[in-house]
């Protein structure tokens, strides 16, 4: 696996907002195919992290190379990003468009695909993140996790070799949280390069091949699931202990 | 209205029995411009002079002041797009552009800038042409109609482009950051994402700029456009009547403004049932 070029070539990335020091030197390679998950206290720098990746946060020094395009400055912005798909906590389905229409307009728009292609690609996703009845419906009438699970399907629309997933079951009620996890589960079996930041450890432990903990702007720790759960690290193990008694 | 509420057997049943009713009944708004209808008929109809000969006077007035409504509020809804996007520019120069022109414009009369460019605007296209020796621009004629329009889309432009700024502020920032995430550019994204909400939230307070504008449009009647007040005036300068024709000036506004208001009462409620 190492001897591939990394998919995501993150450099000692430095981002200041104002006086916060929200990334103090972060360094990460993710491979292809690769479910990496990042868990850290609010105010670490993880969403940060996660936002520098796809340039809707500009970092101040360092470097990020994603499929082999340079993020240092914002010339390829709107190339990278069609690589890039990314999930939200708040879903941020366009209020105005109907399930169809959120997945459809931005194949037209981005991709310059035909409405039937459009359509029959976004029919195709829908079916698969497990809205078939509500294409017609406008989002603010779905639950959170419909909302969330069109959400994923609309960035998969782009086809996306890479997906971000910022804190995607926070803002859901428990029950709802498990239908995005599975859609997320059978993506990452698909083999689609995911870097998830969440504290869904039930996830992480079935999903990640990698997990990373971020505190105060740096990486604390960086391993595969087995090795991170029973770490020794003490900070890891404090972060932990938070979380899976949550 | 108290009693109304109370929630007895007695105060529901009124309670349904209204809401049964309310659902019947169609806009009780339209019984206004109905009222008002009627009166300037039965006004005319029991007394032909003056009412009757008022009304035929005025009304190429009338169509002077509907033109100039709209073709300003035509203009204005453009102007003020890009007024509003200049005020949100990152670029600081067609931010401070779009600044400066709402400052000074919200910081002077209407009545003082018709004038000035009715009577200032021309004089200075014809010492710059003069100074330039272009006779074309020297012997410029200001056309009364045409400073009119101009100087009341100028004027309401800037009030626009502080409406449409709210609007397009007032969608939530993760509706940019989910367009631009899949790719859109920034135009892309404003005009298919942002503007399409922003739109439906501004609708209310458009509509009021355009009822607004119809009302002020009367100030034109000082520059030389002879617009429904300045006929009115005409009228009451050689028949000496001035409560009829001032009465029937007013209710001629009156119709005009309130069917306006009943037009934007339909437009935003079609707005809301797309959602």
């Known amino acids: 696996m190492n001897s591939v070029e990394p998919i995501i070539q993150i450099r000692d990335v430095h981002k200041h907002f104002g006086k916060v020091y929200a990334l103090r030197g972060v360094s990460l390679d993710v491979q292809k195919g690769e479910v990496v998950v990042i868990i850290g206290p609010s105010g670490s720098g993880k969403s940060t992290l996660l936002r520098c990746i796809n340039r809707l946060e500009e970092y101040d020094a360092g470097h990020i190379v994603v499929d082999g395009i340079s993020l240092d400055n914002a010339k390829n912005i709107n190339i990278v990003r069609q690589e890039i798909g990314m999930v939200f906590q708040s879903f941020n389905l366009f209020a105005h468009l109907t399930v169809l229409k959120n997945l459809v307009l931005t194949q037209r728009v981005v991709r310059k695909r035909s409405e039937e292609e459009s359509e029959r690609i976004a029919l195709e996703l829908l079916d698969k993140v497990g809205i078939q009845d509500k294409v017609a419906a406008f989002p603010i009438q779905l639950s959170g996790g419909q909302q969330q699970r069109v959400a994923i399907a609309r960035a998969l629309a782009m086809n996306p070799k890479i997906m971000l997933f910022d804190e995607p079951t926070s803002a859901l009620d428990p029950e709802m949280i498990k239908e995005v996890l599975d859609v997320m589960l059978d993506l990452a079996k698909e083999g689609m390069t995911m870097i998830v930041v969440s504290h869904e450890m039930g996830f992480a432990r079935a999903a990640a091949d990698r997990m990373i903990l971020i505190d105060e702007g740096q990486i604390v720790e960086e391993a595969g699931p087995e090795k991170f759960f029973t770490s020794d690290n003490e900070r890891t193990k404090k972060f932990l202990s938070k979380v899976l008694h949550m | ?275």
């Open chain 2, 1 to 275: 209205m108290a009693e109304q509420l109370e929630p007895s057997s007695n105060g529901s049943k009124l309670l349904r029995s209204l809401g049964v009713e309310s659902t019947m009944r169609i806009d009780p708004w339209w019984g206004l411009v109905v009222l008002v209808i009627v009166l300037i008929v039965v006004l005319c109809l029991v007394s032909t002079d003056p009412f009757w000969n008022i009304l035929r006077f005025v009304s190429d007035g009338i169509v002077i002041t509907v033109i100039i409504t709209v073709s300003s509020f035509v203009l204005v809804l453009v102007l003020g797009l890009f007024g509003g996007l200049g005020r949100l520019s990152r670029n600081r120069l067609i931010y401070a552009l779009a600044t400066v022109y709402v400052e000074i414009v919200r910081g002077i009369p209407l009545l003082v800038q018709l004038i000035w460019w009715y009577f200032a605007f021309p004089a200075v296209i014809s010492e710059v042409g003069g100074w330039l020796g272009i006779t074309a621009l020297a012997d410029y004629k200001a056309n009364p109609i045409a400073m009119a329009i101009l100087g009341m889309t100028v004027c309401y432009g800037a009030y626009m482009s502080e409406i449409y700024r709210a609007g397009i502020q007032s969608i939530p920032r993760g509706q940019m950051e989910a367009a631009r995430s899949l790719g859109m550019t920034r135009f892309q994204a404003m005009r298919h994402i942002i503007l399409p909400q922003a739109i439906r939230v501004v609708l209310p307070p458009v509509g009021n700029e355009f009822i607004a504008l119809l009302k002020d449009s009367s100030l034109v009647s000082v520059v030389a456009v002879t617009d429904l007040t300045r006929r009115g005036r005409e009228y009451m300068s050689t028949h000496f009547n001035p409560i009829e024709t001032w009465t029937m000036v007013a209710l001629i506004y009156l119709v005009m403004t309130l069917l306006s208001a009943r037009g934007v009462a339909w437009i935003e409620k079609r707005s809301k049932f797309e959602r």
